[in-house]
Nanobody, 125 residues
């Protein structure tokens, strides 16, 4: 299993970024995917999740209405569109694969068994 996240960068508050996570080595269309983030000195926290068929999504309250998670199963890629970025969104963002096939949910890191390398997002005020 390989997950490669990219798309991070430096953006001003109020700006937008789109993160991508390219997956390989497993049947992408059978697994839910998640995005987490970790700010310096803080624990990794849940950001968003999407089920295997894009039928359901879930967001942390802190990003609801600003971030959108979606996926392209034909391209084995999951995306995180981030709008209205705030300085408190600054973190390293990780994509992750659910540990069980065709199971939604996954708001805890322990429910994921494979992680990308992370992509850094910095939002300046």
């Amino acid at each position: 299993v390989q997950l490669q996240a990219f798309g991070g960068g430096l953006v001003q508050a109020g700006g937008s970024l789109r993160l991508s996570c390219a997956a390989s080595g497993f049947t992408f269309s059978s697994y839910g995917m998640g995005w987490f983030r970790q700010a310096p000195g803080k624990e990794r926290e849940f950001v968003a999740a999407i089920n295997w068929s894009s039928g359901r999504t879930y967001y942390a309250d802190s990003v609801k209405g600003r971030f959108t998670v979606y996926r392209n199963n034909g391209r084995s890629t999951v995306f995180l569109q981030m709008n209205g970025l705030k300085p408190e969104d600054t973190a390293v963002y990780y994509c992750a694969k659910k540990n069980r096939e065709r199971e939604f949910g996954g708001f805890s890191p322990v429910e994921y068994d494979s992680w990308g390398q992370g992509t850094k997002v910095t939002v300046s005020s």
